[in-house]
């Protein structure tokens, strides 16, 4: 398509035609009229002048006989000026006025008339044309009156002349405007379309460019830009997921696969056997959770797992993780407490309760208390207790996990999130690492977040999701699963 | 394993051969009947005009979806109990296949210990105590309306979450439950907890009900889970 091509065919172009005839239509009939308006008026003008001096003229004949009459005519005849005057005998004869001739057969009608005529003191044959009024005197004489149209036709000219004229100049303005603006939004497009080609290409950290002009272009820009930010964290994120898998399920194979081999060249008795196949399988379904962990990771990240949002206290999902760890925690000497107040809350209960359990294992397995004194205790919790706890504050449900253990340094907090980190003082623990992220995923994905914080001392880890939120209300629709139908 | 379970006739639906094969095989070595359809019309045939006890059917399957197998089975009326294998495991999905009819869904991949403790579970010749009111393992006896538990002449007093475990336990009397079978029906959770959460309360369990008792009504199943029956069985 030419640049020509794509400029007309643009959206503004295109309104721009239309408003141009619209307002061209409107220009027209506002000088129309005008133009019919002014006629009228200079017809009115003419009429009630010529109808005075009409009666003027028969009354001074009425009174003065046909030599006043003829005197009067020819003395107004004489002043300069359009009007036209013509006094003739009964038979046809003119006898006073400035009339040279007239169309035939004007005298012989009365009342009022248009017609060519030509003056009686013009030396050129140019015909005028003229409004006249003919009235029939006593004794068979007739007078006309009438005014020369020539000032009614050049202020038509005038007004037909300003017609064209400004015709012209809404056109070439508007199609100028048109192509200026056109080019200007066509100019913003091939921008965008310039980036996005740029971005499906591969280059994912482009951004439309935005103006300051807060205008729909730039709010589309920006709505985009929000678009393509979430679709690269997305990116990223995959990324991420594959490089970590790539990393860190490989060492488990290759473990796996050099047990298998070492356990194949020892030709060993039965029992080895035994030994190397179950430690194989304890490899495998520990490779196993860990994928599934990903896996989870990964849909709740992308947003997939909003399937299944219902409505439910989030005290009674942190009763449940209590009630479900508390031998748990009480096997490794801990105490696992509960506190909970009402908490309503909108989401995926499921994905909730092992956020939460997450945490809670977390908070078992390295939240024992540190050695050495420590300062006072900001919750009131003994040394080897667990704080389970669910309430609302406005409209954020806070789930939380408070241990009495070493805690996290307040820079290795944003870090411990991330999958796959074993902080060091946790690195001979047993745990895929994922613990933390999945918690993460989960609150981000009920438009949350995962806090850690300091309880000094020890950890406290909360879940903070809105009570509800607007994306999942948006969604909600889809979560009226229907079962599927066969035919 | 269990060769207290009675022989069931299977039917595994299943398009991966060598899985297929396996099944078979690992089936008939405890006693049972199966037999194998590779895809989803000839399972959906088979499946119409055998007397099978329960349907193992794969998520996905060439020709016929295993879901669609199963909605056409229920739309004739045919309540076979179906357990549902996929390699999608998630929440949602397992969600999606119990409402177009599954019995229970295992996901991919599983160990066959898991598999084989689902399927007694469901089997029709293991209808079992489930309508009665009252549970009785030897001398242990669990009434379900007055919420009481007895061993011999010893009243007994469990927690709510013992009494639905220990329920759970006796309702399937004689089979295997697995940990996971154990999480999912007694606590409702289909996650996969890190720690042995669920051993714990079995311990606390088989204290309250076993201990100072000579003969032990709640075994560990090695590889498997629990189950409780009277030793002597």
């Known amino acids: ?487 | 394993m269990t060769a207290t379970a009675p022989e069931m006739r299977l039917l595994i639906i299943e398009d991966d051969r060598e899985s297929a094969d396996y099944l078979v095989k690992a089936f008939r070595e405890v006693g049972h009947v199966a037999d194998l359809a590779s895809d989803g019309e000839e399972g959906l045939a088979m499946a119409e005009s055998g007397d099978y006890d329960v349907l193992v059917v794969d998520r996905m399957l060439p020709r016929r979806d295993g879901l669609s197998v199963i909605g056409a089975l229920r739309e004739k009326s045919n309540r076979t109990p179906v357990l549902i294998l996929s390699a999608l495991g998630q929440v949602d999905d397992r969600i999606k296949g119990l409402r177009a009819g599954g019995d229970d869904y295992l996901p991919k991949p599983y160990s066959f210990a898991e598999l084989l403790a689902r399927v007694e579970v469901l089997s029709r010749r293991n209808v079992g105590p489930a309508e009665e009111t009252t549970y009785r393992v030897g001398d242990l006896e669990l009434d379900r309306l007055s919420h009481r538990v007895a061993r011999g002449k010893d009243e007994l007093t469990l927690q709510p979450r013992e009494f639905r475990l220990l329920e759970y336990l006796m309702k399937h009397a004689g089979q295997v439950v697995t940990r996971t079978m154990l999480l999912e029906n007694v606590w409702d959770y289909h996650f996969d907890p890190q720690t042995n959460v669920i051993d714990v309360h079995i311990s606390r369990l088989r204290s309250k009900i076993d201990k100072g008792f000579e003969r032990p009504l709640l075994h560990t199943i090695r590889g498997a889970g629990y189950m409780i029956r009277d030793g002597i069985r």
């Not at chain 1, 050049?154 to 192509?179: K, M, P, T």
């Open chain 1, 1 to 487: 398509m030419t640049a020509f091509g794509k400029l007309i065919r643009t959206t503004a172009f295109r309104l721009t035609l239309v408003y141009l005839f619209l307002f061209a239509l409107f220009a027209a009939s506002l000088l129309g009229y005008f133009a019919w308006n002014t006629r009228r008026l200079i017809t009115e003008q003419i009429t009630t002048t010529v109808n005075g001096e009409i009666s003027e003229v028969t009354d001074i004949y009425t009174s003065r006989g046909l030599r006043g009459l003829v005197f009067t005519v020819e003395s107004r005849a004489l002043r300069p000026g359009a009007n036209l005057y013509l006094v003739t005998t009964p038979t046809g004869q003119a006898i006073a006025g400035n009339v040279g001739s007239l169309m035939p057969g004007v005298m012989a009608s009365t009342g009022w008339i248009e017609t060519a005529y030509r003056r009686l003191d013009e030396q050129d044959t140019a015909t005028h044309r003229a409004l006249v009024n003919v009235t029939q005197l006593s004794g068979g004489f007739r007078l006309l009156i009438g005014r020369d149209l020539e000032e009614r036709r050049r202020l038509f000219g005038i007004v037909a002349q300003a017609a064209q004229w400004s015709l012209l100049v809404v056109v070439v303005l508007g199609i100028g405007g048109g192509i200026f603006v056109a080019r200007r939004v066509l100019r913003r497009i091939d921008a965008m379309t310039g980036t996005t080609q740029r971005i499906m290409a591969g280059d994912l950290s482009g951004r439309l460019p935005v103006g300051r002009s807060g205008d729909e272009l730039d709010r589309l820009a920006e709505n985009l830009n929000a678009m393509l930010e979430r679709i690269e964290a997305l990116m990223m994120g995959l990324k991420e997921v594959s490089d970590n898998i790539a990393h860190d399920l490989k060492t488990p194979l290759t473990r796996l696969r050099n047990r298998a081999e070492e356990a194949l060249a020892k030709s060993g008795c039965e029992a080895d056997y035994r030994v190397a196949l179950e430690r194989t399988i304890e490899e495998s379904d520990g490779l196993i959770r860990t994928f599934n962990a990903l896996l989870m990771i990964a849909r709740a990240e992308s947003g997939q797992a909003r399937g299944n949002m219902d409505n439910f206290d989030a005290a009674d999902v942190a009763s449940g993780i209590h009630e479900l760890y508390e031998p748990v925690a009480e096997d490794d000497g801990m105490t696992l407490r509960l506190k909970t107040a009402a908490a309503p809350l909108h989401g995926n209960r499921e994905l909730i309760s092992q956020a939460l359990a997450n945490l809670v294992e977390n908070a078992i397995k390295y939240g024992q208390p540190a050695a050495g004194p420590q300062p006072g205790p900001v919750v009131s919790l003994d040394a080897k207790q667990i704080l389970i706890e669910a309430r609302r504050k406005d409209d954020i449900v806070l789930l939380s996990v408070t241990d009495r253990g070493p805690g996290i340094p307040e820079a290795d907090r944003k870090h411990a999130v991330e999958r796959f980190v074993r902080l060091d003082s946790s690195r001979t623990q047993p745990g895929s690492g994922l613990g933390l992220s999945l918690a993460s995923a989960v609150a981000t994905l009920h438009g949350g977040e995962l806090r850690l914080g300091d309880a000094r001392p020890g950890l406290v880890a909360t879940l903070a999701i809105p009570s509800r939120t607007a994306s999942i209300e948006r969604i909600s629709p889809q979560t009226q699963d229907v079962p599927q139908k066969v035919a």
